[in-house]
């Protein structure tokens, strides 16, 4: 199998790239047709602060039975640049809290993974001719891991998201279970906006 | 400094070729929307699927509708029945506990049919997961689980490489325990092969089109 997925890397790889691009695009139009990501945000009523951060769709997750850990996400724009520098949460419940984020390991790697996607509904025939009748290779890390980040940059005028697989809230040595419907603040220190209070709702899923 | 690194080795491309592919195939949610169009699989296919039946781990489920086993459990899935198969720990806030939720609403968005789903997790951090832990964090999920906690790093790593996922923990200086793990999930069928593959990223309502189409296969089958 390692033998024939090292043929043709070079012509892959490109050809990866170029798919990425063309599912970007499909997955924006995808969304637009379904029209259900525009509320998504709007269950919570956005925190805001003077110097124009807006913090919404703050929620954590239930943390399953045995865990002492949580995550919280939520999304942040501010309409001038500004940096998340800290976050803190109350002892009641728990004990620290730290701005994380998945990131693939740094890790070297000399093999390469072939696979290929039944998928094709939805495309356009072009990509639909590419996707079935080749693969996709790359080769690089495959492991993520969870680490610490000092801030998170919030440039003027964009969103950023903290959401699972990304950016994430990590609250450590949890004082109790986050129960479904639970709500709690979060004080996010931001370098300009300062201190913003956002309250999260305790959900299994994204609101 | 890193040190105590422990990979299973040959596989560190999948997640990212995965992710690759996942992110193509998400226009296929797009069929959620209403369309009567030919049903295919949003996760990944391999041209030629794993074959995991001959994988055996320590199973040390001890409550739920698995409670009963006889210590090992192969990765089959019983007749007429679909197992998910994920590579986790539980001290993992943010990836493990999503795509397991996933599942989870995966399974109840199929009403009746999300029972002949099952759930298998091997824990790639097996000296905190103890089985204790283990159980009540699975039971969090689902009550078809089952807990596997591998006796060794050779049981781990055989595990690993025969779904071609990975894991590593290195202790840091300061004695921080960093896990680093592949975090697909697997659909395994009653022949021990892997049907589909969800990388991370790959949401509830694809899950769940995908074991429906899966589970149709499964009925026509038996």
Redesign the interface.
Known sequence: MKERMGKNTMKKRTMSAAMTMIAASAMTAGLVACGDDSASNESVPPASSEVGVEIAGAWARTSPMEVTLGAAYMTVTSAVDDELTDVSVDPSIAATAEIHEMVMAEMSSDTTVSMSSETTVSMSSETTVSMSSDTTEMSGPGEMVMQEVDSIAIPAGETVELKPGGYHIMLIDLAAPLEIGQEFDIVLTFANAGDVTVTVVVADEAP | MRHGTR?AG?????????M??????????????GGD????????????PLSVGSVAVTDVTDTGEYATHDGVFEMVASTGRLLVVYFGY??????C??T???V??AKRDLGDDGDLVDLAMVTVDPDRDTP???N??L???TDRFHALQPADVEELESAENAF?A???IVIGDDGAI??????TAYVVDSSGEVL??WP??VD?DLMAEDLRILLDRTSKQS
């Open positions: 990979t040959s596989t560190k491309a999948l997640t990212i070729a995965s690759l592919v996942t992110t193509l195939s998400m226009p296929s949610l797009t069929t959620g929307c169009e030919p049903r295919s699989l949003g996760g990944i296919v391999r041209d030629e539980t001290n993992c806030p943010d990836l506990p999503t397991l939720a996933y989870r609403a204790e832990v283990l009540g964090y039971s969090s999920f071609l990975s894991s590593s960093e896990v680093g793990h592949s975090a589909v593959e991370f990223g509830k």
